[in-house]
């Protein structure tokens, strides 16, 4: 189950602690998929914020940066941020991505760009990103030396971050107060953390496809979540899983 392996690369994790010793702990699980480098940062949207060559200059607000000391300063960490593809990706995808999605390895336009990154290593970065209100964003980045997962890890990996950025972002006044979700809207958001598909909540629950799909978009509306994903993302961190309403 996928929720499950999320929660296993997690489970390390201190909740209640530093979020530097948060994303510490969980790049830590994450290294034997060769992760390497992890930051979590905020900042505020500006106009082009997207564009490299504006996004390379903000001043972010770190939540946590597990970097390379000699990659800060290096030529190679200049030419990067100046070049990163990370911001488009994060205005084209609502989940998680490989900045290859973004800037292909074949790429000539991108050639430098990943020859920089090959310095230390790096062969993709992983990227999730959260928009919050008043033009606010938090991203978080994981460098990987390779993809080569199978797709239960990946997705797997996927869900962990969503779940990791909705801990490690800066808190926002409308997360005050728990959500009020109907059991139906709870039953079907929970069988979608367990990956299961529209069809198979329907059977399981005896409704029509379209019915599960309407409860769960009420259920993302209300935990106010920009997808699936990070709908399931604030079920569990809210502790909503497997609670029924009075």
């Given at each position: ?27 830590d699980a994450l290294r034997p998929f060769g992760a390497k480098s992890l930051w979590s940062r905020s ?146 958001l929970a069988f979608v953390a367990e990956g299961k598909s529209d069809w198979e909540i329907s059977v ?43």
């Amino acid at each position: 189950m996928s929720l499950v392996k999320a929660f296993d690369l997690l489970a390390n994790c201190s909740w209640d602690g530093s979020l530097q010793a948060f994303g510490e702990a969980y790049l830590d699980a994450l290294r034997p998929f060769g992760a390497k480098s992890l930051w979590s940062r905020s900042f505020q949207l500006t106009r082009n914020w997207h564009d490299p060559e504006v996004s390379g200059r903000y001043k972010t607000d770190d939540h946590a940066r597990i970097r390379q000391a000699d990659w800060l300063g290096s030529a190679a960490q200049r030419y990067a941020d100046r070049h990163c593809p990370l911001a488009m990706g994060a205005t084209k995808f609502q989940r998680p991505f490989f900045a290859s999605e973004i800037a292909p390895h074949e790429s000539r336009a991108y050639a430098d760009y990943w020859a920089a990154m090959a310095e230390f290593g790096v062969r993709d970065t992983f990227a999730a990103s959260h928009f919050g209100p008043r033009r606010t964003a938090t991203a978080l980045s994981i460098w990987f030396t390779g993809t080569d997962f199978s797709p239960a890890e990946l997705q797997a990996i996927r869900l962990s971050t969503v779940i990791a950025i909705d801990h490690l972002r800066a808190p926002e006044p409308e997360d005050e107060g728990t959500p009020s979700l109907t059991p139906r809207e709870r039953d079907c958001l929970a069988f979608v953390a367990e990956g299961k598909s529209d069809w198979e909540i329907s059977v399981i629950l005896a409704v029509s496809q379209s019915t599960v799909k309407f409860h769960v978009d009420n259920a993302r509306r209300k935990l106010g979540a920009v997808n699936r994903a990070h709908a399931v993302a604030r079920f569990v961190t809210a502790g909503l899983i497997g609670v029924r309403p009075d």
